[in-house]
């Protein structure tokens, strides 16, 4: 059910709320980072236009950010950003906003590009991590196909083994810090050895025990200087005591219980192209590394080359 707010909200606050997360409280010239300016056109107020007198060029709080050049009100922003991070379906804001829908999914996927470009990938610091991959389900939805034989939204479902890029069921590698929580995605082309090494040596350190499951990508993680514990799936094992602590400390059952999560985020939108496939996994892995919108957050998505550190 769509439920309008917009019009129930101030321009001001919402002003001051992005004046707050955008830039810290303090307007500056994003061309000399000069804070004395002066006003140049008040018509759009509360979003001032000013001009830079060391530069002669004018700005307002939106210039060098993905809203750059839009005509959205302050109130209307808000609850973009909000939409965007909760995973509210481009076709229900553009309702509920009452704005064109294509240039609504054009500005998702640039606020999702800036998220995607900025995040942390450096390796987790857990002492024990999990690394798997889920298989999803994403054609070139929106691209018209001509060829009878060959439907968009069949053509992952019949195809056998294990999924890639190529036959429309890409892959997502997922790697979580079994103490923080933290994860890593990865939309990758297949699930070669070479791609899942690359997984493990990227999001993990040396002496990380790594647990996985039974595929044969995984077969080099102890090459790598990292303990390796797997768990065999094929033959219904899904977590196993080694230590004879009473604890069953070898499972995969953290990532797997993501991939839920993962999916129920996606499964919103109703289908997901492959080339954006890794901008919505980037959006989820932020929600599921911040549980708080946050000004850093915030200004990871809006503006270039601002790592979100996690």
Known sequence: MDFPIYELLSEEKCYQWLLDFLHDGILKSPYSNDTNFHINDSRRAPVIQ???????????????????????????????????????????????????????????????????????????????????????????????????????????????????????????????????GLVHLVVKTGTTKSELNEQITSFTKPQTTCNTDEWQGYADVRKMNRTHKTVLHAKKEYARDDDGDGIN???????????????????????????????????FEIKNNFKKVTRAVVQSLCFRNRILTI
């Open 50 to 180: 000013y001009y830079d007198k060391i530069t002669k060029k004018t700005f307002n709080i939106f210039t060098g950010t993905v809203f750059q050049g839009t005509h959205f009100t302050c109130s209307e922003i808000v609850l973009i950003i909000r939409g965007f991070l909760q995973g509210v379906s481009t076709a229900q804001l553009s309702r509920e906003l009452d704005t064109d829908y294509q240039n609504l999914l054009e500005l998702r996927h640039k606020f999702m590009e800036r998220g995607y470009s900025n995040l942390d990938k450096k390796p987790l610091q857990d002492a024990t991590t999990e690394t798997d991959e889920m298989f999803q389900n994403a054609g070139e939805k929106g691209t018209k196909h001509t060829d009878p034989e060959d439907p968009p939204r069949r053509r992952a479902n019949k195809k056998k083994g294990h999924g890639t890029y190529e036959n429309d069921r890409p892959p997502v590698v997922g790697t979580v810090g079994r103490d923080s």
């Open 249 to 283: 400390e070898v499972h995969t059952n953290t990532i797997e219980g993501l991939w839920t999560g993962l999916r129920n985020f996606l499964r919103i939108f109703r289908g997901v192209h492959k080339k954006y496939l890794h901008l919505y996994c980037a959006i």
